[in-house]
Each structure stands twice: as structure tokens, then as C-alpha cells.
């Protein structure tokens, strides 16, 4: 079921027949595993629209239709010269999802450009707008994806910045930039981006996948250094919360053996192991039952516990 305004929507969330129904609200669903059909009614939101709300000397801001392809909004943004999503380029989904889901790659994350959230209570019918804070952002989370989260999502409103604030220090970004900086621009960003995730992820048009199925986990620092001892290349990377360290989830699992290895029609991407793929006619339980293999190979080698970064639907 598909609405494309704010009042088609409350019409939706007043109907009894909704409310007698199981009901689950997606995206263009590039993050969820369904592990059979769903025994309920779907919703989507059609709600489009990118308007300039506020622009000052140094930043402007924009409120944007959650059904909004998310690198179409990143593409605008490049175009006019505002900084703070670049990073961000390619990466497939909806808007309302992004904000849910907060996306984030080479160092950037939605949750740093986020001003405000606008959704429907689908049990009170109600509106609310919620600022960042309220959001409660913290890595691959906000508090729309809790499970019994009554919240839809209709617009977002996100402030960029007039002004040149690159972050280039991720890995391959830095080493391609490194030739092209002081003097590169922002399409020069976008560009490389889209050409590094060109070469490490499959096109889901030719191949079936999961996108990043599992979150790089965190450990305390103790047991960071104590893997040090037995693995000293391990890579690593700062973590906001004080005493932890991230771990690269593709690190893990490519130790275990697990790149390029196929399940059934299942698989992991020869070139990215965080790429979970359906080489055939596999399923969604068979794409769980090698996310599973491959947490308990993890969990008995490095006692570190994956979390999926994908939604089991199911």
C-alpha cells in the first residue's frame, strides 16, 4: 500500500481494517531480509519534494520527502556546493530509510547533517518532529529502529554547509584524494567514491545481495589489545564511546575464510566479504543460515559477536 501525501497517510492510519492487520513499513527495502512472505499489509511512502527552508552565509538547510532517493539528494547537494553528505555517495535506499537506518561511509555519517525528523505515531495518529538529540543517534541506530517503534517517517530536514569541510582520511578515499587534494572539489569526492564502491560492491541489478549484512562491532579496549598479541596487523579505528575500539566486520570474516565462499546459492563477494550474495535461486533463510555460519566462525576465533546491520523480516 503506497500513499503520497501526509493526508493519505493519516486516511491510512485511521482505517480500523489497518489497525486489525499486522502492518510494516519499508523503504525501497535495500537493508531488509525477508525470510518468507510477510502475512500482513506493507506500506511505502510516495512523499517526495526537496525545498530550501533556511540558507545563511555559511550553511543552508533542507527538508526533504522521505521517498526521496538518498544519492539523488547527495548528487544535488554536489552540484550546488554544499558540503556534509559527499561521502555518502551511492549509497542505495530512500531518504526516511537513511534517517532510520543512519547510513554513514568514509567517515561521515546522516546523524552529522540531521536538524529534524518529521513522522506519524501510527497508533495515535499523531505528529511529531523530532530534533537530532531526540533521534538518539548512535552508530547504524536511531530510535526509529527499535522494534516497537510507532513512528513513520515523512520528511527529513538536513543543514550542509557553504563552505569546504572535507573528511578524506578513510582509507582508499585518502590514498585516491592524496593526488588530487588541496585542489580537489567536491564532484572530485563524489567521483571517487562512486568509482571505489564500483569496484568493491556487485550491482544489485546483476547480482542479488544484502549490501554490508553485518555492523563492524565494538570491544573494549582490553580485548582489543589482547587480540593485538595474536593478530598484530588487526586493523582498527577510533570509536565515539570512550574505552572501545571498532573492529572491521570484514576483517573478521575474511580471517575466517569466509570471502568468496558459497553456502548453497548463498555466498559471501570475492571482492568484499561484509557482501552477502545470492549466486542463484537462494532464499532469505539461506542468506541467514550463512550470515549465522559465518557469527559462529567469528564468535569461536576472536569471542567478538556480529550483529547484522540488515532487518530480518519474518
Given at each position: 500500500m503506497e500513499y503520497g501525501s501526509e493526508e493519505e497517510l493519516r486516511r491510512i492510519l485511521h482505517d480500523e481494517y489497518f489497525h486489525a492487520c499486522a502492518s510494516l513499513h519499508i523503504g525501497s527495502g535495500s537493508n531488509l531480509l525477508f525470510l518468507g512472505d510477510y502475512n500482513g499489509i506493507v506500506l511505502h511512502s510516495a512523499i517526495k519534494g526537496l525545498s530550501l527552508t533556511e540558507e545563511t552565509r555559511e550553511t543552508v538547510s533542507l527538508r526533504i520527502g522521505a521517498a526521496e532517493r538518498w544519492d539523488d539528494v547527495v548528487a544535488y547537494a554536489v552540484s550546488r556546493g554544499w558540503y556534509g553528505i559527499e561521502n555518502l555517495s551511492g549509497i542505495p535506499g530512500e531518504c526516511g530509510a537513511a534517517a532510520v537506518q543512519n547510513i554513514g561511509a568514509y567517515?561521515?555519517?546522516?546523524k552529522d547533517v540531521v536538524e529534524e525528523v518529521e513522522a506519524y505515531d501510527r497508533n495515535t495518529c499523531e505528529k511529531h518532529t523530532f530534533t537530532r538529540e531526540t533521534c538518539r543517534y548512535a552508530y547504524r541506530y536511531s530510535r526509529f529502529r527499535e522494534e516497537d517503534s510507532p513512528c513513520i517517517l515523512t520528511h527529513?530536514?538536513?543543514?550542509?554547509?557553504?563552505?569546504?569541510?572535507?573528511?578524506?582520511?578513510?582509507?582508499?578515499?585518502?590514498?585516491r584524494m592524496a593526488n588530487l587534494y588541496p585542489g580537489a572539489g567536491l564532484p572530485d569526492v563524489r567521483r571517487t567514491i562512486l568509482t571505489i564502491r564500483k569496484e568493491k560492491l556487485p550491482d544489485p541489478e546483476q547480482t542479488g545481495n544484502a549490501g554490508s549484512f553485518f555492523m563492524n562491532p565494538l570491544i573494549p579496549m582490553r580485548h582489543f589489545e589482547a587480540l593485538q598479541t595474536a593478530y598484530p596487523g588487526i586493523p582498527s579505528f577510533a570509536a565515539e564511546e570512550e574505552g572501545y575500539v571498532k573492529i572491521p566486520a570484514a576483517w573478521l570474516i575474511e580471517q575466517c575464510g569466509f570471502k568468496g565462499k558459497t553456502q548453497g546459492e548463498a555466498g559471501v563477494y570475492e571482492k568484499h566479504p561484509l557482501i552477502l550474495i545470492n549466486t542463484g535461486n537462494a532464499?532469505?533463510?539461506?542468506?541467514?543460515?550463512?550470515?549465522?555460519?559465518?557469527?559462529?566462525?567469528?564468535?569461536?576465533?576472536?569471542?567478538?559477536?556480529?550483529?547484522?546491520?540488515?532487518?530480518?523480516i519474518g
Open positions: 567517515g561521515m555519517e546522516i527529513i530536514r538536513i543543514r550542509l554547509a557553504k563552505t569546504p569541510r572535507f573528511v578524506l582520511g578513510y582509507g582508499d578515499l585518502q590514498e532464499c532469505g533463510s539461506d542468506i541467514a543460515r550463512l550470515a549465522e555460519s559465518i557469527r559462529e566462525a567469528v564468535a569461536m576465533r576472536f569471542h567478538i559477536g556480529l550483529v547484522p546491520e540488515v532487518k530480518y
